[in-house]
């Protein structure tokens, strides 16, 4: 993992993520599949990956194939996989707004469940078991729903503004979830691209078509061993 030397320019960039989006927070139906479905296996043997997160999933100020749950969709069919992707995230969404939404997105089967979500609460100074809790919650209700799914959370990392033990507490938590269900974690979805100017639109904050590229690497690297 990167040093997070450029930890000051990820914890701005999160901070304009949550500012920008809370405000345009609009739900994502949970059967909109952000690619095409390949020709090769029909749709009844298809599994599906539900993504389920904020406006890094959705792929804020992007078109929707740009996002890197298509383009993880895009290597699923390269491979010839029998998978189907569906983006179920929104712009702006907390740990709190996440387990009151999950409710509606259970309404689709599901075979691997992509966690994304706790940075928004981290800029709120949101109490930390507060946020395990939620996210734990999460967890709960897909188990209960669908006992045989396979879990993938997605860790994010912020910078000490709220001072060293809050942000230690921040990210050890994606960790210990992931222990205590066993779970596959991504220890930081923003690898390599939280703060690298390059990779981010001009607002500096959300990524490029590029940036999603990366964090649909950094999500693959650990999904390809669920499928």
């Known amino acids: ?57 959705v792929g804020y100020g992007l078109t929707p194939e740009q996002a890197f749950p298509a383009l993880i969709q895009k290597r699923i069919d390269s491979l010839g996989l029998p998978y189907q992707v569906v983006n ?4 702006g969404e907390t740990t709190s ?28 100074g ?4 507060v946020i395990r809790n939620n996210l734990q919650g999460i967890i709960d209700k897909v188990k ?9 959370l997605a860790g994010m990392q912020i910078t000490p503004n709220m001072g060293q033990k809050y942000s230690d507490g921040f990210r050890d938590l ?4 992931a222990a205590k269900n066993s779970m596959a974690l ?22 490029t078509a590029e940036g ?3 964090l649909a690497e950094n999500v693959w690297k650990h999904l390809q061993n669920l499928l």
């Open 174 to 177: 994606f960790g210990e979830l």
């Open 144 to 152: 209960a729903k669908y006992p045989q799914t396979k879990f993938l």
């Open 88 to 91: 179920a995230g929104v712009s």
């Open 186 to 207: 991504i220890p930081f979805l923003l690898e390599g691209v939280g703060g690298e100017v390059e990779l981010n639109q001009q607002d500096g904050i959300h990524p």
């Open 212 to 214: 999603q590229r990366r």
């Open 126 to 129: 949101v109490e930390i078991p």
């Open 97 to 124: 707004g996440g387990i009151t939404r999950i409710d509606w997105i259970l309404q689709q089967p599901m075979d691997v469940f992509v966690l994304e979500l706790g940075a928004n609460d981290a800029l709120r």
């Open 1 to 57: 993992m990167k040093s997070i030397m450029k930890t000051g320019s990820i914890i701005i960039a999160l901070s304009i993520i949550f500012s920008s989006c809370a405000n345009d927070k609009k739900p994502t139906a949970a059967d909109q599949n952000t690619s095409a479905e390949s020709n090769s296996v029909p749709v009844a043997k298809k599994k599906t990956i539900v993504f389920f997160g904020n406006s890094l999933t």
